[in-house]
Structure formats: structure tokens, C-alpha cells
């Protein structure tokens, strides 16, 4: 059985009188437990929609998803989520921007702060526990972001588009880091980008979605050794081998669908 199973998901959006947005299809996914997917695929294929589906942010129409066995009906503890935006509060600090999932839990703040203070010498951030959103950069932000979706250390973590907003070379640095994290901390994350690098970077597979209604065309394995980078190094065929056929896949003319039905 697998760990994170999305089986025959499909979803229908009312947007009008008597019209519906077929967002997703019947999508079909297996996710084994410490497994990395990233989902690609054009704007409108439904991979924001599937990943809060999954979150339980939003129910499908049709389908279900599982984690552990366990039907995901709502929000649950063991998923973390961290969006494009960092969304930080700007009157709490660095350090309470983190604890704040646990505090909403209803946990003693006091008892996580070990692991805050962990998860900020792993991601590079000692010495700003203290500090407001305003005094952050734009990657610092996404740090403590990360940090607070890891803070009650949930077992599985869904991204979507974390690093989008970021420069390449700080959105690369992010990647590295994050692949540490994961290996060790031994999260199973799905992750939505627009980026062909960054899928390939991170990946165990890379599931494509064709346009809309969302359908899953390929799942493309990445079988490179970690830790990955975009440099020079011995991976560096096989993750341009992949990218290749993402970009193949990615840039096909596909028969255009309505989306919408009277």
C-alpha cells in the first residue's frame, strides 16, 4: 500500500450559472513514504487544485486520497504546507512567526523551540531569531517560511511554488538545502513548480499534467544520485537527460478541451 495514494481524484469547480470548470480527471497517484514528486505541467492543468485536495484545503468531486491508510477529509497535523507567498505576520518575530502552527495547535510554544532554533542553524538563519519580516530578504522569508512548515515535524510536506518568486541563484540554493532537509528528516513531499531545473533537481519522479481538464500524461523517474546540483558534476547528463524529456513532453500539441460546459 502506498503511503500518500490519490486514487481516481477528479474535480469539478461551479464558476456561473448552470457552467463547471473541469479542473481534474481521474488522476491517480502513489507516493511511497520519504518519496519527492514534483508536479509540472502548464498554467490551468489543476496542480494547485490537486495539491490543497490532497492538503485537504478543498474536497474533490469525485475520488480520494489517503495518508497512512488514513482518509484526508481536513487539515491534518502530519501535512505541512508552504505556499509561493511566506505569508509571515509582521508584528512576530523570526522565532514566533515559526512557532505559530504550534501555537495554533494548541502545543506549548516553549517545548518546540529546541527544534525552531534547530531548523534555523539548518537553513542558515541563526542570528535572526529576533528580527521582523521587514528585515528579511525575500529568500531569508522563504527560510522561515520552510522552517515553520517543518516546525511540528509533519510527515508529509506539499509545496507550491515555494521558491518561484525567488532569483535563480537563491531559488538553486534553496533546492540543496531542501534536499538535505528531507533526506535527512525523511519527509515525502509533493512539490508544484513551473521550473524544468527545479523538477529535475529535486525529484524522485516527476509527474506531467496535461492542461485542462488536469490529467496525469508521464510520470518521469529521476534516477541521479543525491545531493543534486545545476553544476558541474556526475549527474549532470542524466538530470539534462530528464529535462529534455520534460521539455519534450511539456511543449507537445495537445488536443485543445473546453474546460467549461453549458
Not at 21 to 28: E, G, P, S, Y
Not at 112 to 122: I, K, M, N, S, V
Not at 166 to 195: G, P, Y
Amino acid at each position: 500500500m502506498a503511503f500518500l495514494a490519490v486514487d481516481d481524484v477528479s474535480k469539478v469547480f461551479t464558476v456561473g450559472k448552470g457552467s463547471v470548470v473541469n479542473a481534474l480527471h481521474k488522476i491517480d497517484l502513489d507516493v511511497s513514504e520519504g518519496e519527492f514528486v514534483t508536479l509540472v505541467g502548464r498554467s490551468g492543468c489543476g496542480k494547485s487544485t490537486l495539491l490543497r485536495i490532497v492538503a485537504g484545503l478543498i474536497p474533490s468531486t469525485a475520488g480520494t486520497v489517503t495518508i497512512d491508510g488514513s482518509l484526508v477529509q481536513r487539515p491534518r497535523r502530519d501535512v505541512g504546507l508552504m505556499l509561493q507567498k511566506p505569508a509571515l505576520l509582521p508584528w512576530r518575530t523570526t522565532l514566533e512567526n515559526i512557532l505559530l502552527p504550534v501555537e495554533i495547535m494548541g502545543k506549548n510554544g516553549k517545548e518546540y523551540r529546541d527544534r525552531a532554533h534547530q531548523l534555523l542553524e539548518t537553513t542558515g538563519l541563526v542570528g535572526f531569531a529576533a528580527r521582523h519580516p521587514r528585515e528579511l530578504s525575500g529568500g531569508m522569508q522563504q527560510r522561515v517560511s520552510l522552517c515553520r512548515s517543518l516546525i511540528h515535524d509533519p510527515d508529509v510536506l506539499l509545496m507550491d511554488e515555494p521558491f518561484a518568486a525567488l532569483d535563480a541563484l537563491t531559488r538553486e540554493e534553496l533546492s540543496i538545502e531542501l534536499q538535505h532537509i528531507c533526506a535527512e528528516q525523511n519527509k515525502t513531499v509533493i512539490f508544484v513548480t513551473h521550473s524544468i531545473e527545479e523538477a529535475v533537481l529535486l525529484a524522485d519522479r516527476v509527474v506531467v499534467m496535461s492542461p485542462r481538464p488536469g490529467r496525469i500524461k508521464k510520470i518521469v523517474p529521476i534516477d541521479a544520485e543525491r545531493p543534486r546540483t545545476l553544476g558541474m558534476s556526475k549527474q549532470i547528463d542524466t538530470l539534462a537527460r530528464a529535462a529534455g524529456e520534460l521539455r519534450e513532453l511539456l511543449f507537445e500539441r495537445s488536443q485543445p478541451g473546453t474546460g467549461v460546459a453549458a
